[in-house]
């Protein structure tokens, strides 16, 4: 546990150093593309005029100033599958983004969707010692989070505190300097597979690049997917991604679940590859211009060129409808959504107050998919597009960007993890100079 | 089964990603640092460097300031800067000859190599020149504006016979006071500086014009009047024109001058004193012994 404080606070002092540069690069590793945006921060100058949060939900403090996409190699199911072809890639999306930046950039903040995340509920409680929660005291309730054994392997990646509670008060986002005589917390936890997070940080670091921070794609493409009542009274967002589905449930603003599928668009394109003897990138493109998961009777009779390279006339004006099409695509969706619905019912996100349902991400472009995800989801059901966001090219507003515009709001405004708050006094050593200076500063 | 319709791939598709170095090249190229130090202090460096190493060798030094010189000389022969005559306005011919042979400048010459305004300053210290002015006019002629001392009196100085103009310049030497009889003549110590005095009261004295001699500075401290006849007017150290005016208007009313006395005295404005000659003095006590009668003529006889 103290490796990974030392780990995380070590990224959060970088992105720091970053955000005091004032600039910083995002990356998005999927498995169907690499996505590379290059911020600039402005600095709280621009802060000033609005009171509270600013303009633009607090993200106009940033402006994308270098966009760079590239199709992703040597990822499957949102986790590094070859190294090389992987580090490969973040190069080129790296240098293209840094050309039309036309700055260097050394600081990264990356964003995955696989490495099978699994979520935890923490609860901890503590006596306050002078009936007033101190950050001591957070501090400290935090330490007493029993952590379950999450198993050989695996990493923390978000520790998020979602509410505090005093006595029988609960729900408060700040509990600091209230009156009461316990405090209690729950805390969010997330974990993935440590190979991931270790491959990922080698293809990073041979990139030349400091990582500044990780997060889970699910959680921030649904930061930049929910709106804000949305985040505030509970709802899932559903990423379609190339390789993982990841969907994470929101509530009070704190993300409370997040889990991944390992089925996505690709598994689609592969299905229909196989259903109509095309290559994968023919069959891409099928999906792509002609895909569908409603099909009806215009669909009949709309007929699809499929062609082929062999010479074999026969077999190059090979012809499918549409209707076809739609139904190789369509199990296979419905297969994804299925597969959600039993995490969600897993989640209990029955239980939510509000059950909205986004669906983001680059597989929610089929045509019809809200359809048959409200069928299997239930009645909410909308699709998400990310949160504009200053200088992001049009090419990259579509739901495909989801994840990296909300890795942009994450590097502007990042939640408050374990790692950020004070490390209570006994963990510290016992004749540690920090210990002396705190002592000091509580008593005088 | 070969494709028959497909037409080959010339050359396996091209890898997108950059190599790691050329990636890295690209990050060095973004860095503002090494991009300004590349751009302006490499190619500033070299400038400096070659020059340097051009110019440590002597021989090379010498041969870029042979061919600085040659360039300026060429610009300056120009046609356009050339000075091909010099005028001499306003200065008589003596006066002119004069300053051609004291600046003997060799024509044609470059108005580069002619220092026009210590030419000015050598000229105006000139004993004859008041004041010059040095110009290049266009055409390449040097022009000077001379404007002359007049002289005004001769000056028998303990050095010589001297020629000044109004101010008590001296314009000239003279072998002798007879070469220029037209001028008034003043001698003494000092009488130079007081030239203007002087020529003040040789106006006042026009009445009596004919009969002066000169003027003689005293003591360095005032003037005498010398007439011919070997009469003096001895004029005061202040007031000197008016004490003059004075003895004029005697002379005029009594016909003094043409007395037989040596001296007038009018140093002290209160108590003019004449004093007379010797035989003015007997011939004096001799009418002074008729008016008196016998006892002086007994006197006299005694």
């Known amino acids: ?444 | 089964m070969q494709p028959l319709t497909a037409t080959k791939p010339a050359a396996p598709r091209r890898d997108p990603a950059p190599s790691r170095w050329a990636y890295r090249m690209n990050r060095l190229w973004l860095t503002p640092l090494f991009r300004a130090a590349l751009r302006v202090g490499l190619p500033a460096f070299l400038v400096i460097f070659i020059a340097g190493a051009y110019f440590a060798n002597p021989e090379n030094r010498e041969k870029a300031g042979l061919m600085v010189a040659d360039l300026r000389n060429q610009i300056e022969t120009r046609p356009e800067f050339m000075v091909k005559l010099m005028a001499i306005d306003g200065a008589s011919e003596p006066l002119a000859e004069d300053i051609r042979s004291a600046f003997p400048v060799e024509f044609p010459i470059s108005s580069f190599d002619l220092d026009l305004a210590q030419m000015q300053r050598d000229i105006e210290e000139l004993a004859a020149v008041e004041d010059a002015a040095v110009r290049i006019k266009p055409g390449g002629i040097l022009e000077l504006q001379i404007t002359e001392r007049i002289p005004a009196i001769v000056w028998r100085s303990p050095e010589g016979v001297k020629l000044l103009d109004r101010e008590g310049y001296v314009v000239a030497d003279i072998p002798a006071r007879l070469s220029r009889p037209d001028l008034p003549l003043i001698s003494g110590e000092g009488a130079a500086e007081h030239a203007t005095e002087a020529l003040e009261l040789l106006a006042v004295s026009a009445p009596i014009a004919d009969r002066i001699r000169g003027l003689v500075r005293m003591g360095e401290r005032r003037w005498d009047v010398a007439l011919d006849r070997d009469q003096r007017i001895l004029l005061p150290q202040e007031g000197a024109v008016a004490a003059l005016e004075r003895v004029i208007v005697l002379d005029h009313a009594k016909d003094m001058l043409a007395r037989d006395l040596a001296v007038v005295d009018i140093r002290n404005a209160s108590r003019p004193t004449i004093r007379l000659n010797t035989t003015a003095v007997e011939e004096l006590r001799r009418i002074r012994d008729i008016q008196t009668g016998q006892n002086n003529g007994q006197n006299g006889a005694n």
């Open chain 1, 1 to 444: 546990m103290t490796d990974l404080y030392q780990t995380q606070r070590a990224m959060r002092n970088m992105r720091q150093a970053a955000m005091q540069r004032g600039v910083i690069a995002i990356l998005d590793i999927g498995s169907s593309k690499i996505a590379c945006l290059v911020l600039r921060f402005d600095g709280p100058s621009q802060f000033s005029d609005a009171d509270g949060i600013g303009s633009l939900a607090g993200q106009s403090s940033f402006r994308v100033i270098g966009a760079a996409t590239t199709r992703s190699r040597g990822v499957r199911f949102g986790e590094i599958d070859a190294m090389q072809e992987t580090e490969r890639a973040i190069r080129t999306a790296v240098q293209a983004a840094q050309k039309m930046a036309n700055t260097r950039v050394d600081h990264v903040i990356a964003c995955f969707a696989g490495a099978r995340p699994r979520s935890y509920g923490l609860d901890g409680m503590v006596e306050l010692d002078e009936n007033i929660a101190t950050e001591q005291d957070i501090a400290r309730v935090m330490a007493s989070c029993d952590v379950p054994d999450f198993g050989e392997g695996r990493e923390v990646l978000h520790a998020q505190p979602v509410n505090f509670a005093i006595d029988h008060r609960s729900g408060l986002g700040d509990p600091r300097g209230q009156m009461g005589n316990e405090l209690a917390v729950d805390m969010h936890l997330l974990t993935v597979d440590e190979t991931v997070i270790q491959n990922l940080l080698y293809c990073i670091k041979r990139c030349d690049l400091e990582l500044a921070g990780l997060a889970s794609s699910s959680y921030v493409s649904g930061i930049s997917s929910l709106v804000e009542d949305e985040q505030e009274l509970g709802a899932a967002c559903i990423d379609l991604g190339g390789g993982a589905t990841g969907l994470s449930i929101f509530m009070r603003k704190h993300m409370i679940y997040s889990d991944a599928v390992r089925l996505g668009g690709e598994h689609v394109t592969s299905d229909i590859s196989m259903g109509l003897q095309v290559p994968p990138a023919t069959a891409e493109r099928i999906k792509t211009f002609y895909g569908g998961v409603v099909a009806t009777g215009m669909d009949d009779r709309e007929m699809i060129e499929i062609g082929g390279d062999t010479g074999d006339w026969e077999h190059d004006r090979r012809t499918v409808s549409r209707a076809e099409l739609i139904g190789i695509m369509r199990p296979r969706v419905e297969e994804i959504l299925e597969e959600v619905r039993v995490r969600l019912d897993a989640a209990g996100f029955e239980h939510l107050p509000s059950q909205q349902i986004v669906l983001t991400g680059g597989g929610s472009q089929i045509p019809g998919l809200d359809g048959l995800a409200s069928k299997i989801l239930g009645q909410q059901v909308r699709l998400g597009r990310p949160l504009r966001v200053q200088g992001l090219p049009q090419a990259a507003t579509g739901p495909a960007f989801a994840s990296s515009v909300g890795l942009c709001l994450f590097a502007a405004n990042p939640q408050d993890e374990w790692w950020d708050f004070e490390i209570p006094a006994e963990k510290y050593p016992a004749r540690s100079l920090k210990r002396a200076i705190r002592w000091f500063k509580d008593n005088w």
